[in-house]
Every structure is written in structure tokens, then in C-alpha cells.
């Protein structure tokens, strides 16, 4: 259940020493067992994957020491005091050392098994992402702007890169919050434009009576307001990048005019006859399905046969769950700096939450939650959950977690074992043994 993790247990009677040692490994705990603190110190180190279980009573160095140089090492090192019946006042000084808990003499067994298996938890999780911590540090170029391990955000990226070394028109399509306008510019940056503008215009937020202004500009007196010359985004654009968000919302009437300057790569400012020769890539993104919107006509096929030459499509936070604890810890270091608090604690509870909500805003939503937690928190202990946690254990989660990538993947590859396997980089045998393990049926993804 935690494989390469154990427990560091130190007590000086060896009847107790034996049976409680004994006790965790029937729960399948590993333990090291030692008589005295000065024995278990050479084997604790920062980082190093354990806990420790001490009695507060023992010869030479006592329990409370060993829990001050323990947390000197390393205060992430979850350490529980076993105290004597009565003795509240070791207790108190313990937590307020920085224990992880306390247990009092005489104990249940189970309780004993379970504060270690809390512990373990919380380590587990703990190492986890710090490892998260360090591989976010050394990241860098698009790995740096585009977060995830997963393969559809490794695909993604190669994309960007095979294509900004292109002068291809490019369109994204993705839900809200998946990240267009972040794609975009990391296909301006990686590309031979990176010198010049980056010009982004969300169609759906111009007015219609702004479009063609804003879009090709204007020269002096071509309508009432227009007092002097104007240039315009494409203009401004050129020889970098524009993009068209929600290009779905453009009239008609400019995307006539936007498929001429597709074609012909000129424009003509309002109010001019002059003819102006234009460099510019054309990033279009939406979050609607365009060839639907065509078949309707409430979109341009033309435009839309125009556009279709180069497309990235970027997958919804759910189809890519493994990558939401590194987002998540992303977001909240950028919060914490934001806000000018420290990076709180991501609890067990609230791990299981983030991994198995859905995430319909995407990107969006899960940085939101990141600052929530950190405003939340303000410093004072663990971020706050999205919602009420329940008591699931790490190894649950991940179980959890597990069965949900493995669902992904037959939905993906429509319950074709084969390309099951591959998705999931994992043997016959294996996804077999865990297709039985969490009661899944490919037949229903067929």
C-alpha cells in the first residue's frame, strides 16, 4: 500500500517494541524497528520516505529531542509521540513541537495502525509534491507555459512547435478556459514572428458597427468620427500574429472580407483605395463545432474550408486528469506570490476532490480554485476544500484516480484493448488484472 515508504519506530521496551512492530506489518506496514533515538537518527534524512513512531520516554536522547532534530532535518517528516496515560502535559508540548499527532497509553491497536497510516499519507503526498515543486522549477521554454505530462499536452506541444516553424494560418479549437489564447501566442513566440506584434481581438466582445474599423482601419473623414488616420489590428499586425477569438461570433459581412485577406494577403483601410500588402499570420480559435455552424449557415464555409488547414485541438481538463495536481500546484505558487502568502498544504481530502470533479471550466476553473485555496487558507494551515472532504485514504485515491485514467482510455480508444494497452504504456496482464481489480467492463466502451 506504500510501497518504498516505512515507519521509523523507536521504543526501548522490547515486548512492546516486538508486538507493535508486528502489529504494522500484519497491516502491511514496513517498519525499522530501534531501541533508542540515537539509533534511529543516522537513518532519517530530508527527504527520506518514512515516519517516525517514538515513545516520549527513552534513554538518552528523549521522544521530544528526537521530535526537535527530526523536524530540524526535515519538518515534513510527520512524527507521532506515544505518551504516558495521564501525561497531557508531554502532549501538549509535543503537538506544540510540531507533532503529528499523539497517542496516549494504554492503546487500540487499530488506532494506533490507523494514526500511522495518516501519517504515511500525509508524507506520501508531501514528497509528491515537492517532487511536483521541483520538476515545475526546472521546466522550461513551452513546458514552462504549457503544463502536463500527459500525452495529449506532449502532442499538443510537439504541434506548436512542428507548426510555428511554419507561416501556416492555424485554428484552435478547445472549450472555454482549455487555454486558446495561451496557445496562440506560445505559436507566436516559438515562430520566426516572435520580433514583432502579437495582436488578439476577441470577436465576440466588438461591437458590429467597430468590426470593420478595428479590424482593416480608417483615413480621415471616412465616416463622422473619424477625425484622423487609423490603423488597424490586421495593419498593426503585420509581420507578427493576429489572432480572432471566438471567431464564430464574426459577422458576415467580415468574414467575406477576412476570407479576401486570407486569400490575397492585403487590405484596404476605410475610406482608401490604396491596396496594402500584409504579412500576418491568422490564429482563429472557437470553442464551437464550425462545420456544424456552416451546415447551418451561421458561419462561413468557405472561411471555415480556408481556416481547416492546420488545427489544434486541446483536450478538456477531464480528458486529462493526470495533469491537475501539477496544474494545481502551479496556479497556487502564482497565487501565494500574487497575494503575498505562503504556498498552503494540499490536503489527501483535497487531492481526491480536485481528481475526481470534472472541471467544466478547464484551465480556468482549476487556477480560480488555486487562488480560492490560497485566500482561504491565508497562511493559517491546509488550503480549504472545494467541498466537504470525506475520510478516502491516499492509496484509495489513487485507486480512484487509477480506474479513471483506465475509463479515459477505453472511452478514447473505443474499448480496443490494444490501444488501450499502448495509451496506457502498461502490459496485457496488467490492464487486465486492473480492469478486475476495479470492476470495469470494456464492453461498455465498445
Not at 512542428?162 to 478556459?177: C, F, N, P, W
Amino acid at each position: 500500500m506504500f510501497e518504498g515508504y516505512r515507519v521509523l519506530f523507536v521504543e526501548d521496551d522490547p515486548p512492546v517494541r516486538t508486538s507493535l512492530v508486528q502489529t504494522l506489518e500484519l497491516a502491511g506496514i514496513e517498519v525499522q524497528a530501534f531501541g533508542a533515538a540515537e539509533a534511529a537518527l543516522p537513518h532519517i534524512a530530508a527527504g527520506v520516505p518514512a515516519v517516525v513512531i517514538t515513545d516520549v520516554r527513552l534513554p538518552g536522547i528523549d521522544g521530544l529531542e528526537l521530535l526537535e532534530r527530526v523536524s530540524a532535518i526535515d519538518a515534513g517528516i510527520p512524527v507521532i509521540v506515544v505518551t504516558a496515560h495521564g501525561d497531557i502535559s508531554m502532549a501538549v508540548r509535543a503537538m506544540r513541537s510540531g507533532a503529528y499527532d499523539f497517542i496516549e497509553k494504554p492503546f487500540d491497536p487499530e488506532r494506533f495502525v490507523d494514526t500511522a497510516r495518516r501519517a504515511l499519507d500525509k508524507r506520501v503526498l508531501r514528497l509528491a509534491l515537492e517532487n511536483m515543486r521541483a520538476q515545475l522549477a526546472q521546466r522550461s521554454g513551452i513546458e514552462s507555459v504549457l503544463l502536463g505530462r500527459s500525452a495529449a499536452m506532449q502532442e499538443v506541444r510537439r504541434m506548436i512547435l512542428r507548426l510555428a516553424a511554419t507561416s501556416a494560418d492555424v485554428m484552435i479549437q478547445g472549450e472555454t478556459g482549455t487555454g486558446k489564447e495561451v496557445v496562440a501566442r506560445c505559436l507566436h513566440d516559438h515562430s520566426e514572428r516572435r520580433d514583432r506584434h502579437f495582436v488578439a481581438i476577441n470577436c465576440g466582445g466588438l461591437p458590429e458597427a467597430l468590426f470593420e474599423s478595428e479590424l482593416f482601419g480608417h483615413e480621415p473623414g471616412a465616416f463622422t468620427s473619424a477625425a484622423k488616420r487609423r490603423i488597424g489590428k490586421i495593419e498593426h499586425a503585420n509581420g507578427g500574429t493576429l489572432m480572432l477569438d471566438e471567431i464564430e461570433s464574426m459577422p458576415m459581412v467580415m468574414q467575406i472580407k477576412l476570407l479576401r485577406v486570407l486569400q490575397e494577403r492585403k487590405i484596404e483601410r476605410l475610406g482608401s483605395n490604396a491596396e496594402l500588402p500584409v504579412n500576418v499570420r491568422v490564429v482563429a480559435a472557437t470553442k464551437h463545432d464550425l462545420l456544424a455552424l456552416a451546415g447551418a449557415q451561421k458561419f462561413r464555409a468557405d472561411l471555415y474550408y480556408r481556416l481547416n488547414v492546420a488545427v489544434l485541438r486541446l483536450p478538456p481538463l477531464r480528458d486529462r486528469r493526470e495533469d491537475i495536481p501539477m496544474l494545481f500546484e502551479h496556479f497556487l505558487g502564482l497565487a501565494a506570490a500574487r497575494y503575498g502568502l505562503p504556498v498552503p498544504e494540499v490536503t489527501p481530502g483535497q487531492l481526491r476532490e480536485l481528481m475526481a470533479h470534472d472541471w467544466p471550466g478547464n484551465v480556468r476553473e482549476i487556477r480560480n480554485a488555486a487562488d480560492r485555496c490560497v485566500l482561504e487558507a491565508g497562511g493559517d494551515g491546509p488550503a480549504a476544500p472545494l467541498a466537504a472532504a470525506g475520510g478516502t485514504s491516499l492509496a484509495q485515491q489513487m485507486e480512484l484516480v487509477e480506474k479513471a485514467l483506465i475509463e479515459q482510455a477505453l472511452r478514447r480508444c473505443q474499448g480496443r484493448m490494444p490501444d488501450v494497452m499502448q495509451a496506457l504504456g502498461i502490459a496485457k496482464k496488467t490492464l487486465y488484472d486492473k480492469l478486475h481489480r476495479h470492476a470495469i467492463d470494456p464492453d461498455r466502451f465498445r
